[in-house]
T-cell receptor, first 113, second 114 residues
Framework: GDSVTQMEGPVTLSEEAFLTINCTYTATGYPSLFWYVQYPGEGLQLLLK?????DKGSNKGFEATYRKETTSFHLEKGSVQVSDSAVYFC????????????FGKGTKLSVIP | EAQVTQNPRYLITVTGKKLTVTCSQNMNHEYMSWYRQDPGLGLRQIYYSMNVEVTDKGDVPEGYKVSRKEKRNFPLILESPSPNQTSLYFC?????????????FGPGTRLTVL
């Protein structure tokens, strides 16, 4: 079945540091790829997405590029802020012929001033 | 406002006492899902539904039931809760689509089973 391997946390960074959270996946076909963010005490919300190979999703300074050849979708931000402290989840869309969705285990990011 | 609502947000109960967590969405989405979130295990899918009266098991369905009698509602039923079902539960909905579409999540229900 489909699976997601996401960089384990927790990750602690100083404000303005560079962030990378690695994500690789296995899936049937070429699903859309998503990053979701969960702020403390809240549900998940979409951070960014990419729908096909070489697409770059971006939002709030975060970016991720759909790499078909390496089946990866790494999340990056050039300069993190305290307000970016949250849990980040990588999630491919359902594989071909499937309705099930698989999430990475989540990476907790803490940004200190 | 487009949203997914869940109730209750917090629940403490005892082993064996049947409970229902409600979920409702106002976006006319065909697909709905239930997840549980546990430390170190991330988000795991319990059940999902592709449309009214169409449901299927996810990765961890044991001990749970669902029903989808209306498009907007997708309640999660625990017939006889046990302590290992203590968890944070999320309901989500999305439109169907090739490769998948964005999921919209509810705010979560924190369940404690004593």
């Amino acid at each position: 079945g489909d699976s997601v391997t996401q960089m384990e946390g927790p990750v602690t960074l100083s404000e303005e540091a560079f962030l990378t959270i690695n994500c690789t996946y296995t899936a049937t076909g070429y699903p859309s790829l998503f990053w979701y963010v969960q702020y403390p005490g809240e549900g998940l919300q979409l951070l960014l997405k990419a729908t096909k190979a070489d697409d770059k999703g971006s939002n709030k300074g975060f970016e991720a590029t759909y790499r078909k050849e390496t089946t990866s979708f790494h999340l990056e931000k050039g300069s993190v802020q305290v307000s970016d402290s949250a849990v980040y989840f990588c999630a491919p869309g359902p594989g071909a012929g499937s309705y099930q969705l698989t999430f990475g285990k989540g990476t907790k990011l803490s940004v200190i001033p | 406002e487009a949203q997914v609502t869940q109730n209750p947000r917090y629940l403490i109960t005892v082993t064996g006492k049947k409970l229902t967590v409600t979920c409702s969405q106002n976006m006319n989405h065909e697909y709905m899902s239930w997840y549980r979130q546990d430390p170190g295990l991330g988000l795991r899918q319990i059940y999902y539904s592709m449309n009214v009266e169409v449901t299927d098991k996810g990765d961890v369905p044991e001990g749970y039931k669902v029903s989808r009698k209306e498009k907007r509602n997708f309640p999660l039923i625990l017939e006889s809760p046990s302590p290992n079902q203590t968890s944070l539960y999320f309901c989500a909905s999305r439109k169907p689509g090739q490769g998948g579409n964005e999921q919209f999540f509810g705010p979560g229900t924190r369940l404690t089973v004593l």
